[in-house]
Nanobody
Framework: QLQLVESGGGLVQPGGSLRLSCAAS????????IGWFRQAPGKEREAVSC????????SYVTSVKGRFTVSRDNAKNTVFLQMNSLKPEDTAVYYC????????????????????WGQGTQVTVSS
């Protein structure tokens, strides 16, 4: 099973930017897909984005398209989520998740398909 550690969260003003990192380690690193999810207070966890390790293809939910960009650095086994034009409704705990046998098609798979999860990092967008 993969070990995932998120970092990069914090407090930012509306319209600002943050870059989250997800560092992966373990025997199956470099396989499958890594997804980003978020959970706002009082709400269910929802999908944000996904990237495939094999070809770098990506998918996003509609609410973040054009503002968020997911990328990977295979040499460092790290996936990034660049978040621009942040809005108060982006406030949430952000989690990365992975599965070595998963492939993200044109959408982010259900969270139950991911077998490894990080501890989360808090993102707060407020003036």
């Amino acid at each position: 099973q993969l070990q995932l550690v998120e970092s990069g969260g914090g407090l930012v003003q509306p319209g600002g930017s943050l870059r989250l990192s997800c560092a992966a380690s373990g025997p199956t690193v470099g396989y499958g897909a890594i997804g980003w999810f978020r959970q706002a207070p009082g709400k269910e966890r929802e999908a944000v984005s996904c990237i495939n390790s094999s070809d770098g293809s990506t998918s996003y939910v509609t609410s973040v398209k054009g503002r968020f960009t997911v990328s990977r650095d295979n040499a460092k086994n790290t996936v990034f989520l660049q978040m621009n034009s942040l809005k108060p409704e982006d406030t949430a705990v952000y989690y990365c998740a992975a599965d070595p046998d998963l492939y993200c098609p044109d959408h982010v798979p259900d969270q139950t398909d991911f077998t490894s999860w990080g501890q989360g990092t808090q993102v707060t967008v407020s003036s």
